[in-house]
């Protein structure tokens, strides 16, 4: 079984573009989750989407956004780029939300290195 | 917010040395994951651990969750260079949907 694929894998931007990320999970898996991760802050949750609606969302400004298709495959968008959104961007994903009979084992991918300059 | 803390932060020893890295909350755990993260990759599930005074081996990793469902252990013996890479814990708490990471500890197992 595939694991889940992000592209691009390196990103350069300069600050005030944006950037569009994309995710496919697992064959199977509904439910997607957005992390960013940086040296100092460790991985920090964006946001969880789950059969195409946004479940739960971090504490993240509202450049950040993000979406699910009908197929599971997700895509994050960052508008108006700064330097301090220069990190790895993981996506993850998982059978569903617990409720929904999955559990929050998370499966992640290699995720997308963005340099804002 | 849950805060979930890891120590030590950093860790360089050599090959063949054990060690045990932390993880601790305030607060009690639904459950626990494990991760490892390589450099340029995402992290990978290595085990969850459930109820409280579980013990679960990975081959030389063994993994402890606290009686009280508020701090969790691993442990490698006879660490190799193919350890090194970033350990994270990632707690799922009662009453929230999504799991909360710590900051990791860095392994660098040299030679």
């Known amino acids: 079984k595939a694991g889940v694929t992000q592209t691009p894998r390196y990103l350069i931007k300069t600050r005030g573009q944006q950037v569009t990320l994309s995710c496919s999970p697992i064959?199977?898996?509904?439910?997607v989750s957005w992390y960013q991760q940086t040296p100092g802050q460790g991985l920090q949750f964006l946001f969880e989407y789950f059969s195409e609606t946004q479940r739960n969302k971090g504490n993240f400004p509202g450049r950040f956004s993000g979406r699910q298709f009908s197929n599971s495959r997700s895509e994050m968008n960052v508008s108006t780029l700064e330097l301090g959104d220069s990190a790895l961007y993981l996506c993850?994903?998982?059978?569903?939300?617990?409720?929904?009979?999955?559990?929050?084992?998370?499966?992640f991918g290699p995720g997308t290195r963005l340099t804002v300059l | 917010t849950q805060l979930l803390e890891q120590s030590p932060q950093f860790l360089s020893i050599q090959e063949g040395e054990n060690l045990t890295v932390y993880c601790n909350s305030s607060s009690v755990f639904s459950s626990l994951q494990w991760y490892r993260q390589e450099p340029g990759e995402g992290p990978v599930l290595l085990v969850t651990v459930v109820t409280g005074g579980e013990v679960k081996k990975l081959k030389r990793l063994t993994f402890q969750f606290g009686d009280a469902r508020k701090d969790s252990s691993l442990h490698i013996t006879a660490a190799q260079p193919g350890d090194t890479g970033l350990y994270l814990c990632?707690?799922?708490?009662?009453?929230?949907?999504?799991?909360?990471f710590g900051k990791g500890t860095m392994l660098l197992v040299s030679p």
């Open positions: 993850a994903s998982s059978l569903g939300p617990k409720r929904s009979g999955g559990s929050n084992e998370q499966f």
């Open positions: 064959s199977g898996h509904r439910s």
């Open positions: 990632a707690g799922d708490f009662a009453g929230y949907s999504t799991l909360t």
